[in-house]
């Protein structure tokens, strides 16, 4: 029932893109992204709801495939502010899971100048 | 606007024990989320709240139990403390706790059972 995240840990350096996703086995009312630094709490990035759009913050951007259930985050030419661990989060459909977000396992990202 | 609050920020206690989390949404938030980090389970979800109901439950054992106030606080008990709920216990508050409505964090209170 937890959403896949891949791949689990990313290396960049600053200017370089990366793409990190996300994977539901069930059918989904909407994708949230998080990113979490070290020793923080997690900060809300976006929420991607279903009709596949595409969502964009600064130049980090998600896509969300409803009939594949999955979401896509990009990040462009990353900055070291980036840095951190990114959680998807996963409202499913139907009302057992009302009020329930379960996030995947993370992505660790790293940026180095 | 103040942020979520969570106290106390750090806990020490012994196994056998049982413990109390208190959480403060931001004004206006009538939705609770309870979220349990550990390095190898990630962010577990134990329980939601909204207008002083238990909407959902994750999949823990009854020693985890939580309630909401009608100022929408919010507290989690955890009774006969084990090793394994060593984590850090994460408190998430949201108007709605609707699919489009995003969740705001405190920063957590980090429980250690010796």
């Known amino acids: 029932q937890q959403p896949v995240q891949s791949p689990q840990a990313v290396i960049l350096r600053e200017g370089e893109d990366a793409v990190i996703n996300c994977s539901s086995s069930k059918a989904l009312y909407s994708v949230h992204w998080y990113r979490q630094k070290h020793g923080e709490a997690p900060v809300f990035l976006m929420i991607l709801l279903k009709g596949g759009e595409q969502k964009g913050h600064d130049k980090i951007s998600a896509s969300f495939n409803e009939k594949k259930q999955q979401s896509s985050l990009y990040l462009t030419a990353s900055q070291l502010s980036y840095s951190g661990t990114y959680f998807c989060?996963?409202?499913?459909?139907?009302?057992?899971?009302?009020?329930?977000?379960?996030f995947g396992q993370g992505t660790i990202l790293t940026v180095h100048p | 606007k103040a942020g979520v609050t969570q106290t106390p920020r750090y806990l020490i206690k012994t196994r056998g024990q049982q413990v109390t989390l208190s959480c403060s949404p931001i004004?206006?938030?009538?939705?609770v989320s309870w979220y349990q980090q550990t390095p190898g389970q990630g962010l577990q979800f134990l329980f939601e709240?909204?207008?002083?109901?238990?909407?959902n439950k994750g999949n823990f054992p009854g020693r985890f139990s939580g309630r909401q106030f009608s100022n929408s606080r919010s507290e989690m008990n955890v009774s006969t403390l084990e090793l394994g709920d060593s984590a850090l216990y994460l408190c998430?508050?949201?108007?709605?706790?609707?699919?489009?409505?995003?969740?705001?964090f405190g920063n957590g209170t980090r429980l250690t059972v010796t």
């Open positions: 989060g996963t409202f499913n459909a139907g009302g057992t899971s009302y009020g329930k977000l379960t």
């Open positions: 004004s206006g938030h009538r939705s």
């Open positions: 998430a508050s949201s108007p709605l706790q609707e699919s489009n409505s995003p969740l705001h």
């Open positions: 709240y909204f207008s002083e109901t238990q909407r």
